[in-house]
């Protein structure tokens, strides 16, 4: 049984309560009968491949004793995105934890606190980077045919009579050698 209210109830929590959606979701924690404890983060929705489904990140530091280094680690869990807030790819969120509502998702988006500064940037950036540079197309005949590479002028070649390279080897080393008696005299 699903409440029908009309005023979003308190999660207790100093959040802004979103707007009524059009169907209420028994999963929402403002609308419906989901309750939210644990921890809180804010993060980045990375991907949104389902309609109530995203995958939060975030990043963190820590310092490693041992190096005297500090280390930049990132967070990503999957969260429950319920109809009244709606969370795009790019849109900075706050997140807390819920009971297990499938396999792999532990918390629901309770905030949406505004999109994410560069990310469509970053986005782009990242993609460009995946695009490796095709090879160049090489021209075409008059007749419309594809005009042979190296390799295929080389196969060409092998297929006339072998040539004996012990031959050509002594031949040039009797023109170095006559070479070299001229250059002396």
Not at 134 to 161: C, H, I, V, W, Y
Request: net charge positive; aromatic share 6%.
């Amino acid at each position: 049984m699903v409440n029908k209210i009309d005023t979003p109830r308190s999660i207790g929590m100093n959040t802004k309560p979103p707007k009524k959606p059009k169907a209420i979701d028994p999963k929402d924690p403002y609308y419906g009968r989901l309750k939210v404890r644990g921890k809180v983060f804010v993060g980045t929705v990375i991907k949104r491949p389902f309609h109530k489904d995203a995958t939060v990140e975030w990043t963190r530091i820590r310092f490693i004793g041992k190096y005297e280094r500090f280390e930049k680690l990132r967070t990503r869990v999957k969260a429950y995105n319920p109809d009244s807030i709606n969370a795009e790819k790019g849109d900075r969120v706050k997140i807390a934890e819920c009971r297990p509502l499938s396999k792999t998702k532990r918390f629901i988006i309770i905030e949406k606190l505004g999109s994410e500064y560069l990310f469509k940037a970053r986005e782009e950036a990242l993609e460009e980077s995946k695009v490796k540079d095709k090879p160049k197309e090489e021209d075409a005949d008059e007749d419309g045919n594809e005009a042979l590479s190296k390799k295929d002028e080389n196969k060409d070649q092998g297929d006339k009579e072998p040539v004996d390279k012990t031959l050509i080897d002594e031949e040039s080393s009797k023109e170095d050698k006559e070479e070299k008696k001229g250059d002396s005299e």
